[in-house]
């Protein structure tokens, strides 16, 4: 009990720096998709919704293995933005590779088909990443 008070400040720094991360990647993710994510989501469109939680949960898993072997905040800063561009290159890359699917299309569309395949990919590829940047 004498670090609690310590170990209390850790927790809350730790969820200030997690905060930050999301909402740089939530930022960095709508930029990279070619309609209006929040729109998409606040009207209602499932697949959006669906897509762009399963980018902060992959966020978050790798952010989770990457605090993990962290040992500052500043370096675990670094890595989850490493953990975040390889997201972003895993997604054009998989764009580039499926001509015929206009990804960005479908899920605004609402296409729940393409939204699970790229949930999938997203939390696979998220859970791969975290074990390379631990």
Known sequence: MKDFGWDLADLGIGLL???????????VFSLLTRFKDNEE???????????MGS????????????????????????WSAVGIVAL?????????????T??????????????QLLRGIIIGVSLVLGTFLM
């Open 17 to 27: 720096i997690l905060l930050v991360i999301l909402l740089f990647g939530y930022a």
């Open 41 to 51: 989501i606040a009207r209602g469109n499932e697949a959006a919704g669906m897509y």
């Open 55 to 78: 980018k902060m949960l992959g966020l978050c898993i790798i952010v989770a293995m990457v605090s993990f072997s962290s040992h500052s905040w500043v370096q675990m800063l670094i």
């Open 88 to 100: 972003c290159i895993v997604y054009l890359l998989f764009d580039l590779v499926t001509p015929k």
């Open 102 to 115: 206009k990804l960005g299309e479908e899920i605004a569309k609402g296409n729940m088909a393409v939204a």
